[in-house]
């Protein structure tokens, strides 16, 4: 039955609806997570996406992809977006919408890049930037269904304020329910800073990671390099290309 229904969500018919915005979350100064009340939700799987779709006044719509930063056990939908100086659709999103909008999206989407508890571990997920945000729904459903099931969260960012997500991150590490969570600042650390430096490189993944005995479960989400040079080396440390599945993302005028 679970399959069953796994497979009604992923198949479920997509169309556009409008959402009401019940609240929105200032993550970082560059990151907000927006939190939806879709009129109908057929549920959603922990690292899928929706659509949003803007539209002006004289017709011109833009259209992104948002990964959902929620656990499919939460009441609202959140997104979480990072404002592009230069985008079409992130400014309006963290400078002008406010609570009482409405927002246009379709989903939830996608089936490849998911992350269910009966699946097991040990799970290791490896962000960069904003690519963090479907891995939270990762870990967050985790938390929802009480699994202990052996999980760790790399997590590289220019600067310590670039972390979204910090606190909470924390907090659940805090458990010792067997969720760990390491940071890693690539440009600036601030004075004090007891976590990681530097790029994720095969020397932290193995820190942070299992070895390949253990048959890990990856899940890597960030920028196209990023992505590629962690799946290279997690590959060339012996773990199979079938154990680690990846998502990436690149300039889209955000």
Known sequence: MAGAAVLGRLRA???????????????????????????????HLAGQHVDVRLTAEDGYQAQRSYSIASAPEDGRVALTVERLGDGEVSPYLTDVLVVGDKLELRGPIGGYFVWDVDQGGPVLLVGGGSGVVPLMAMAR??????????????????????????????????????????FTLTREQPPGWQGHTGRV????????GWPAEDNPLALVCGPTGFVEAVASAMVEAGLPPGRVKTERFGPTGG
């Open 13 to 43: 018919p997509l169309s556009w609806q409008l959402c009401d915005v019940a609240e929105l979350v200032e993550e970082t100064p560059q990151v907000k997570t927006l939190l939806l009340e879709p009129p109908e939700w057929p549920g």
């Open 141 to 182: 459903h985790r938390r929802a269904t009480g699994s202990d099931v052996p999980m760790r969260l790399l997590y590289s960012a220019k600067r310590a304020e670039d972390l979204i997500y910090r606190d909470e991150l924390e907090e659940f590490a805090g458990r010792n329910d067997g969720f760990e969570v390491f």
């Open 201 to 208: 490189g095969p020397d932290l993944l193995r820190e942070a």
